[in-house]
């Protein structure tokens, strides 16, 4: 950390900090957890005693490159539950690392480090995380590469596409491993998705593979048993081809591809000379 930046609280001989983590997840739900032996309450957050949480090494630097950090700690049934871990609810939350000082958390904390959380591995009755970093955007193309089917997601910005019609209410009423069956039929599901809303997989999704009447085959079984009917979102899909993008959505003019562009099979249809 940067001392002539930080501060005066940072700078006295004694100093009365705690390690803070704001945890964001994807599906709206932020928990706060604190190294200090008592819950503190700082911007609005409860931020909970955890002293087992603790983060590897940390080097700060004016430049962009921000290195990895591990984050170590417990597994518990209130805060980061290991069912949870397992069932990917935590996958790409947003972290933010800061220190404040406990004896006045109305005091400006000063960040540290800030990213999403990367692959997660138990040990047991604890768990550790990698930390990636904001640079981590700089790594993806330049510009996407050609390709025959449509690179956007079906309702993106790319896409535009009004999800709201082609979004339906629907009840799950029997689940067999994969497969589950709804209340009623659901139009144009086969390359959808299904959003639980209730129950032990409330927020969790899953890609439909197949579509057989009432029944959707999910690319994966529910990561926790369902009780009775449950409410789920079943939003359509999409096969992205041009013709499904032209005649079923009326929106060719926002297809994201190169569907008449010769690919490298047209090299082997003439012998050379």
């Known amino acids: 950390m940067v001392m ?3 501060p005066d609280w940072l700078r006295e001989e004694l100093v009365t900090l705690a390690w803070c983590w704001r945890l964001a997840r994807r599906d709206g739900v932020v928990i706060g957890l604190t190294s200090h032996d008592r819950d503190l309450m ?7 005693a955890a002293p087992g949480m603790k983060p590897s090494a940390l080097e700060t630097s004016d430049s962009l490159d921000v290195a990895t950090m591990d984050l170590e700690g417990a597994v518990t049934s209130d805060a980061i539950a290991a069912r949870d871990l397992d ?19 109305d005091v400006a904390p000063v960040t540290v480090a800030r990213g999403s959380l990367g692959a997660i591995e138990r040990r047991g009755p604890a768990f550790a995380v ?39 209410a629907r009840r799950v009423v029997a689940v067999d491993g994969r497969m589950v069956t709804l209340d009623a039929v659901a139009p144009g599901m086969a390359l959808g998705e299904l959003l639980w809303m209730e129950g032990a997989n409330c927020g969790l999704a899953s890609p439909v593979i197949a579509v057989e ?42 297809f994201r591809g190169e569907a008449h562009l010769p690919g490298n099979d047209l090299l082997t249809r003439y012998p050379g000379g």
């Open 213 to 254: 009447a009432e029944m959707l085959h999910l690319a994966e079984a529910p990561a926790f048993a369902v009780a009775g009917p449950v409410r789920v979102r079943l939003t359509e899909g999409c096969d992205k081809q041009l013709a499904t993008c032209r005649d079923r959505f009326a929106n060719a003019v926002n």
């Open 87 to 105: 069932a990917g609810r935590w996958d790409g939350a947003e972290l933010e690392l800061f220190v404040t000082d406990w004896s006045a958390a």
């Open 4 to 6: 002539d930046r930080a």
């Open 130 to 168: 990698e930390l990636q970093g904001v640079t981590r955007v700089l790594d993806r193309p330049v510009c996407p590469a050609t390709s025959p089917s449509c690179r956007a997601m079906l309702g993106d910005r790319a896409c535009r596409v009004d999800l709201a019609p082609l979004s339906h």
């Open 42 to 48: 700082i911007g609005g957050i409860l931020y909970r």
